[in-house]
């Protein structure tokens, strides 16, 4: 691994030199800017970064008139947040410490540090010998901690936190493994609520939409409910690395019509994702000290999409059981076509993917799609219902978040915890009774039937 030091710094990287490091700059995760200091320690620190900070700024840039009331509060919460992010992330020894952060005015906004206290914060920091940055580098995008693929590509820089940021921040027992300890994750920002664009190119994945504007009085009742959703999740304890946090996205909001009906699901909002973790892991995670089952609705979107046509799923035969295929084609075509409102033309990439790395080859070479296609339309005639931008993923996974959102509250009203995953929820062995009726009693209550729910141990 190539060491990035502060000579190399010196000149910013950029151009030529940026081949030399890319493998270690693209190990930056992205900052979130959403941390708040929760203890005497941490106060003690942030307020002493801020009075340096005022110092230098007087001394150097001089500003026309000092900051009052909701301006110095901005200014002392990005300063917390940025030096939080600072120390978390200094301990990433893939990214030599280095974290990325688009300077996105929107996006910036939905966090502790705006636009102009970022380009403030690091510049005046790079000044004062606090932080290191590189210039302008191409910047994996990422969507709730999850890296999306080269074409998601974005002007970004790296920062650091330098040996002497690092040494202020021991002298107040802040460390990157102490971080949590001393900061907690704010629950009071309207990013607990987003609503997105669609984005260009038909994909049903909302990463890379861009977030819009909303009025507070619309936001406010969504944000009341994922408070009190949070606010279940804080009372209990758990074996994750930071208290579980979720944050609801609404997608496609430039649609005609839009009313906070089209996506909508619950995405973890802390730093333990346990939503990236496969399953197996997942099965690890321990609430109160008490082990952990996994309720999932099968094929719910399917399930969604039959309801909504006035029909109903014949779960007596496993709805992705078609014609002998495998399991693994059938479900990433209906997935496919769910997400684009139509049958796929050609193999999705990612179940070419998938599928080279289960069976070693291509599905083209021993499958033609049109024959696959054909069977699932004989399987599932209701999937020729989807029409894009008007049934499609949005619609149904907005339909299910709702099913689920309903689920937690209702295990919420008796204190309760449960974790999402998409379709399913994590809940503590002793719950699996009360939480099972509760996904069954909100399907129930939405369409007016049941799907098929299971549990990750096999019983249903």
């Not at 504007?213 to 619309?218: A, E, I, L, N």
Request: glycine residues 6%; charged residues 30%; proline residues 4%.
């Amino acid at each position: 691994m190539t060491e990035i030091t502060p000579e190399h710094l010196s000149s910013e990287i950029a151009g030529d030199d940026v081949n030399r490091y890319r493998d270690v700059l693209n190990e930056a995760k992205m900052a979130t800017f959403d941390r708040v200091p929760n203890t005497t320690t941490a106060h003690n620190w942030v307020m002493e970064l801020q009075l340096k900070t005022l110092h230098h700024e007087d001394e150097k840039h001089c500003r026309k008139r000092a900051r009052k009331g909701t301006d110095a509060k901005k200014l002392l919460d990005a300063i917390g947040a940025l030096s939080a992010d600072l120390i978390k992330h200094s301990d990433n020894e893939e990214s030599q410490g280095f974290f990325f952060r688009p300077a996105d005015k929107d996006e910036l906004a939905l966090t502790l540090v705006s636009y102009q206290n970022f380009k403030n914060l690091t510049t005046y920091w790079s000044e004062m010998g606090w932080i290191e940055r590189t210039g302008f580098i191409d910047a994996r995008q990422e969507w709730d901690g999850q890296r999306l693929d080269q074409s998601g590509y974005q002007r970004a820089r790296r920062f650091r936190a330098t040996v002497e940021f690092i040494r202020i921040a021991q002298e107040h027992q802040i460390t990157a493994a102490t971080i949590p300890d001393h900061f907690e994750k704010s629950h009071d920002r309207n990013n607990l609520v987003q609503v997105r664009e669609t984005k260009s190119g038909g994909t049903h994945k909302p990463f890379g939409a861009k977030v819009m504007k909303m009025g507070q009085g619309q936001l406010t009742p969504h944000r009341k409910v994922i408070q009190q959703l949070n606010n279940t999740l804080r009372e209990h304890k758990y074996n994750l690395k930071d208290t579980p946090m979720v944050r609801r996205t609404f997608n496609c909001g430039d649609r005609a019509g839009f009313n906070f009906d089209l996506g909508g699901r619950l995405y973890c909002a802390s730093d333990d994702n346990w939503m990236q973790k496969g399953k197996e892991e997942r099965a690890s995670i321990t609430i109160d000290g008490e082990k952990t089952l996994e309720i999932d609705v099968s094929a719910s979107q399917l399930f969604i999409l039959y309801a909504l046509c006035g029909q109903k799923l014949n779960y007596d035969l496993p709805p992705y059981n078609i014609s002998g295929y495998p399991r693994l084609l059938t479900k990433g075509i209906i997935v496919a076509a769910i997400g684009k409102g139509d049958m796929p033309s050609r193999w999705p990439r990612k179940l070419n993917e998938d599928f080279l790395e289960n069976h070693g080859e291509l599905p083209s070479k021993s499958f033609i799609l049109k024959d696959i296609v054909n069977a699932i339309y004989s399987r599932h005639p209701v999937l020729r219902k989807l029409k894009e931008n008007e049934l499609d993923w949005a619609n149904l996974q907005y339909e299910e978040a709702e099913c689920f959102v309903t689920a937690m509250q209702k295990l919420g009203d008796e204190n309760i915890p449960a974790l999402p995953v998409y379709d399913s929820l994590i809940v503590k062995e002793s719950d699996l009774e009360i939480a099972y009726s509760a996904i069954e009693q909100s399907y129930i209550e939405r369409f007016g039937h049941k799907p098929n729910v299971t549990i990750s141990n096999g019983i249903s």
